[in-house]
């Protein structure tokens, strides 16, 4: 599968329910953007449902998974809801955007090392945190490396790393073993939401101050 899709593993997990709510969000968020992922999740759910259907036994992970995937199948293009304009549908698919308590320029965006802006999705936690961020055109990331997983959907621009080029609708997922320095595409923001389930931990002097201040 190309690195800018979800493998098999996560994408199963996710048929299962068994994944935390914030990756969940991510994997629906993509897949509501990548037909060829969504495929994969049905042939995961047509498994499970003759499993399920053989052993007469009840799915426990079909809660989060059923609240997740209630907005899939709306037109994310569609008309501005009530809360969303039409700016926010059309670059925030669904299962995102219910966690949204605004449109994207009513929302209060933190300030995170110069002009990169976020919000958190979800309250952090001690280690981990799921974050919608917008990142300046051409900028180059601080290199760093992972103490968990990092997953990253694009919603609109796009950026690139050792790994691949990723635009909207891929996702970028990096572990313990990944040490990267992502480089925004030129001429556009790039707008993505982001899920770790441990901090990064960052390389060089501007690494230094952001690991003491504890922003990542």
Known sequence: MPDQQLDDEILAEFSAGNLPEMKAILVATHLTLCPDSRKAVEHFDAIGGSLLASSNGSDPGEGVKDRVLASLEENYGGEPSPTHDEETCELIPAPLRSKLGSSLGDLK??????????????QPGK????????LPAGINMP?????????????????????????????????????HKPKVDAGEDCLCFVVTDAPLRMKGLLGFFLNRLKLW
């Open 109 to 122: 965006w933190k300030k995170l090392g110069g002009k990169i802006k976020y919000i958190d999705i979800a």
């Open 127 to 134: 280690n981990s945190a799921a974050r919608l961020m917008t």
């Open 143 to 179: 290199t760093h490396t992972h103490e968990g997983t990092e997953m990253t959907v694009v919603l609109s621009g796009g950026f690139s790393d050792a790994f691949g080029r990723y635009s909207r609708g891929d996702v970028a997922v990096r572990g313990i073993h990944d040490v």
